[in-house]
C-alpha cells in the first residue's frame, strides 16, 4: 500500500517490540536518505517539510518522523485466524482498486503464495494453508 504496511512476522531471537522498533529506525533512515539524494524527485523539499514537522511535534525524535508512533499488534493464535489476516493483508490493495489479482501488487506475498515470486523474500507460515481455495 502507499501510505502503510501490514507485516506477519515471527522471532525466536528477540522481543517483536524491539524488532518492530528496528524495523522502523532502519526503513525510516534510509528512506529519508533517499529522499534527500535524488535530485530528480520534485516532491523532495515538500516530503521532507512534512515529516520534520512530524518529527518537530514529537520529542522522541532528532530531525525527522517518517512512521507513526503507534502500531496495533494482533497476535496470530490460530491457523484459521492467521489465514484470515493473511488474506485480509494479500486483499488489501484489491479493495484500494490498485490491482484486479492480490498477486499483482509488486509488494505483497500475495504472488509467493500463488506459486510466483516476489520482490521481498519471505517464509511461508504453513504448507497447509491453501490460499487458491
Not at 16 to 37: A, N, P, V
Not at 46 to 69: D, S
Amino acid at each position: 500500500m502507499s501510505n502503510h504496511i501490514h507485516l506477519i512476522i515471527s522471532s525466536q531471537k528477540g522481543n517483536l517490540s524491539d524488532i518492530l522498533r528496528d524495523f522502523k529506525k532502519f526503513t525510516s533512515g534510509s528512506i529519508i536518505k533517499q529522499i534527500e539524494s535524488n535530485a530528480e524527485e520534485s516532491r523532495k523539499n515538500w516530503m521532507l517539510w512534512i515529516f520534520k514537522k512530524a518529527g518537530e511535534n514529537n520529542n522522541r525524535n532528532k530531525n525527522y518522523q517518517f512512521w507513526q508512533q503507534d502500531n496495533r499488534p494482533i497476535q496470530l493464535e490460530t491457523p484459521k485466524f492467521t489465514l484470515s489476516k493473511l488474506l485480509y493483508l494479500h486483499n488489501n490493495p484489491v479493495k484500494a482498486g490498485l490491482v484486479e489479482k492480490a498477486e499483482d501488487y509488486l509488494l505483497s506475498s500475495a504472488r509467493d503464495f500463488n506459486g510466483g515470486k516476489g520482490l521481498l523474500p519471505i517464509d511461508h507460515l504453513n504448507a497447509a494453508y491453501d490460499l487458491r481455495q
